[in-house]
């Protein structure tokens, strides 16, 4: 029998483009969405979930369960884009973004695990960011929720060891999706302190989201950790740049590696 995947927020982006590819794999997708009616023409079923509420994933699990009797793979790739002066975003938007962003996943981490525990097999995979592994200026609260989803992994690994149950992390760099439709923009303010350097950062992101590669590479990646017997902890795609960031950032002294992204974002 195939494997049964269900990808979070798989009705768009990096989350649609997994399931195509894993459909003409030979995989039964199902991907979710707070509004599946809008996308009845998609090529695998969308089914109704928001990660903020507990309730909706646990019917949707079931759901997934009740009709294929087995769910292997969960890929948690739901989640929000965030911007702006730390100092200036509303509590309330910060709030809902790791809600979103880390609580959610962990949610529908703890759903799925009963099951897969069932099964005696599992695999989670947590689409984080290479944003998770530094804290970049005016995208501090995205770096923060993604880096936190990283580091929960580690030890989530540790403790499903005896279950035979995986679970990894793919960061993905910039890739061309809609991510930045939905993201929450703190305005730029007139009398702000921010305001100029804020713009210069938002610039270079519009730049950098300008020359994305296809999000195709992380389908194909995640096609590769499902084969993998074992996986292992943290897995990157994107450009060469953005993955060799990571390796500059430790092995670098901290504030050399401070003044190169500062140099990045022209402040």
Known sequence: MSKVILITGGSSGIGKSIGEFLIS????????????????????????????????????????????????VLINNAGVGITGPIEEIPEA????????????????????LPQMRKQNSGLVINITSIAG?????????YSASKGALEILTEAFRMELKDFNIHMTNIAPGDFATNIAAGRFHAPIKDNS?????????????????????????????VFKVIHTKKPKI????????????????????????EKLLLNHYKL
């Open 193 to 221: 302190p921010y305001k100029e350097k804020y713009k210069q950062v938002l610039k270079a992101i519009d730049e950098d989201v300008n020359k994305s590669s296809d999000p195709i590479a992380v389908a194909k990646m």
């Open 25 to 72: 794999k030979g995989f039964t997708v199902y991907g979710t969405s707070r509004n599946p009616e809008n996308y009845k023409n998609s090529l695998f079923p969308i089914i109704a979930l928001d990660v903020n509420d507990v309730f909706s994933i646990t019917k949707a699990i079931d759901e997934v369960v009740s009709k294929e009797g087995q769910l292997e």
């Open 133 to 141: 592994y530094m804290g970049l200026p005016y995208r501090g609260i």
């Open 234 to 257: 943290h897995y990157k795609v994107g450009a060469f740049m953005q993955k060799f960031s990571i390796v500059l950032k430790f092995i670098l002294p901290d504030k050399t590696y």
């Open 93 to 112: 938007q910060i709030q809902h973004h790791f809600d979103t962003n880390f609580f959610g996943p962990i949610n529908v981490i703890k759903a799925v």
